[in-house]
């Protein structure tokens, strides 16, 4: 089966959205949300993650941590960002930046997978 111009022109614009929704929310999520978390735990000495973080890799595990429940893949037992510590430090305006940042990012990784599937065909 071949892909139509539009399937791809299609799938090519989604990826290309999410992809500068990704950039953008990433950068508004670190500057709005996981800074001022991130002072909130330093003042309680919480903070074990912000040591080691250069280009702001960090801020996906905030995003994890901050929208997604507490649950087996999310729960305290995390060695870098302990998701109960920061939930404690959460607003809802953090909770909907840590979802716009964590639904572009994989909704990009996802369709640009699908996207490198359907054109490699």
Same mark, same amino acid.
């Given at each position: ?14 990826? &290309? ?62 060695? &870098?960002?302990?998701? #109960?510590? #920061? ?21 990009? #990784?996802?369709?640009? &997978? ?8």
């Amino acid at each position: 089966m071949t892909d139509s111009p539009i399937e791809s022109f299609w799938l090519g614009d989604l990826f &290309l959205i999410l992809l500068v929704s990704t950039i953008l929310s990433w950068l508004v999520f670190a500057q709005f949300s996981m800074h001022p978390i991130e002072k909130k735990m330093r003042a309680n000495n919480k903070d074990k993650i912000s040591k080691w973080d250069g280009p702001g890799w960090r801020a996906i595990w905030y995003a994890w941590a901050i929208f997604l429940p507490i649950c087996k893949i999310n729960d305290s037992r995390d060695p &870098l960002l302990d998701p #109960v510590e #920061v939930k404690k430090h959460v607003s809802r305006k953090d909770w909907l930046l840590a979802a716009w940042f964590f639904i572009s990012i994989y909704g990009m #990784v996802i369709s640009g &997978l699908i996207a490198s599937y359907l054109w490699k065909r």
